[in-house]
């Protein structure tokens, strides 16, 4: 359940900066996902933590609690939204000093993510870390928690309300967690088979509102979902992705990733982001206009890590091109292949598409085989693993194919002798090899 659904739309916003040297833009993100929240603000009240020392009853200090009390019973707020993630003591504190609702950054980024769920396991990943999150939270200062309640299909008389809770939310974990495990499942049945045909899987990353969904929508020729806002799309969408050589790929559309982006987030979505860890390239697509940019970059590159993904080739979707440009600003990141393209324009898109193709075929290799009529089983083996470029026939019923085969794939030939040992060595430095009969 969406924690803001039984608020009004208006909230005190505070914004506590934990990053001195990144002060503008953490406090631009966090109004990007109030607004993302359809939160209207009050007021916002800025705070700058300087040291290190974390308070343990409110997280910021007591005199700055009373400021915020102040402003609280000035406007009337029903709802206090701070950025930072507080721990369950600290919200319940504030809650009394307030006598409003607190939420954080977690509870804040989890109501958008219930918002933009549609898919059934989307909805149930949104349930989960919702529900691991509401399980430390139980006890908000309402006295109904601490009311012994006993009756059938409880434990029995002295069980208090929270353990009834706590219990039944531990059942609902159980249960989603075993539905998840059935939709992994099904989802790996879908990657096996991609992988059995051999086809190159593409997922675009990158922070959140970065133009991912756009770019997705002008490689596949899509409409799907795009908009300003943060975490527009929360379900992976895959589609096909035409590539040289008549050869087609899978193409995936993934959450954006966030500053700081919650432990527990990432385990819910796990099975979501196990197609990212299992892509065979990736799409880091860079916002130019965003001034801000290097420093989402070192986030992406933080959460791949997390989630064991970093060491999968990748490209450098250096976006929206047509609004900044100056090469200065990230010339050290083109270590790594790079393409600077407008995916609203359509500028730079086909040179995109050109580095994807080479980056699939860099390790092929162009071959080509006279076969016999009685190795269909070969020729039915190069349609399903290779590029066939070109095939003709002789009048004997002898076929001569000519494809782009991986380096894995040469071995089977090898292995199999449709590629003589003799002449192996005889073209050991040339691109093509040919069968002798």
């Not at 509401?134 to 069980?159: A, C, D, F, M, N």
Request: proline share 2%.
């Amino acid at each position: 359940m969406s924690d803001l659904n039984n608020f009004s739309n208006t909230a005190l916003l505070v914004h506590v900066d934990k990053y001195l040297s990144d002060i503008d833009n953490s406090k631009e993100e966090f109004q990007d996902l109030t607004k993302t929240a359809n939160i209207s603000a009050l007021n916002t009240i800025n705070l700058t933590k300087k040291n290190k020392n974390i308070g343990i009853k409110y997280y910021i200090g007591s005199g700055e609690a009373e400021i915020i009390q102040k402003e609280v019973k000035r406007s009337g707020a029903k709802l206090v939204v701070f950025n930072i993630d507080l721990s369950p003591s600290q919200e319940r504190n504030l809650e009394i000093l307030f006598s409003s609702r607190v939420l954080d950054r977690t509870g804040l980024i989890l109501d958008i993510f219930s918002q933009r769920a549609f898919s059934h396991e989307g909805k149930l990943q949104v349930e989960l870390a919702q529900l691991n999150y509401l399980s430390t939270r139980l006890v908000r200062g309402w006295s109904h928690l601490e009311r012994q309640k006993g009756g059938i299909g409880l434990r029995g008389p002295g069980e208090t309300q929270l353990e009834t809770d706590r219990r039944l939310l531990r059942a609902r974990i159980k249960t989603i967690h075993k539905r998840l495990v059935k939709v992994s499942n099904q989802r790996k049945l879908s990657r096996n088979q991609r992988l059995k045909n051999n086809t190159p899987r593409v997922s675009i990353v990158g922070y959140t509102n970065a133009g991912k969904s756009t770019l997705f929508n002008t490689l596949t020729g899509m409409n799907t979902l795009s908009e300003n806002k943060l975490f527009a799309t929360l379900d992976p969408i895959h589609r096909k992705l035409d590539l040289d050589f008549k050869k087609s790929g899978v193409i995936s559309d993934t959450v954006g990733f966030i500053r700081d982006l919650p432990h527990h987030l990432i385990e819910s979505f796990k099975s979501t982001l196990s197609e990212v860890a299992e892509s065979n390239l990736l799409l880091h697509v860079i916002d130019l206009s965003d001034d801000n940019f290097l420093s989402y970059v070192d986030e992406v590159n933080d959460v791949l890590e997390s989630i064991g993904a970093n060491h999968i080739p990748k490209i450098l979707v250096f976006n929206k091109i047509d609004q900044n440009y100056n090469p200065e600003n990230f010339l050290h990141l083109q270590k790594e292949s790079f393409c600077y393209v407008s995916a609203k324009t359509g500028y730079g898109v086909n040179s995109l598409k050109k580095q994807i193709s080479d980056k699939f075929f860099e390790n092929y290799k162009s071959i080509s085989l006279e076969l016999s009529l009685n190795q269909n089983e070969i020729r039915a083996s190069i349609y399903d693993n290779c590029n066939v470029i070109d095939e003709t026939f002789a009048k004997s019923g002898h076929s001569n194919i000519k494809f782009m085969a991986s380096e894995g794939y040469i071995k089977y030939l090898k292995k199999k002798g449709v590629i003589k040992r003799n002449l192996q060595k005889k073209l050991k430095n040339s691109q093509e090899f040919y069968q002798t009969g």
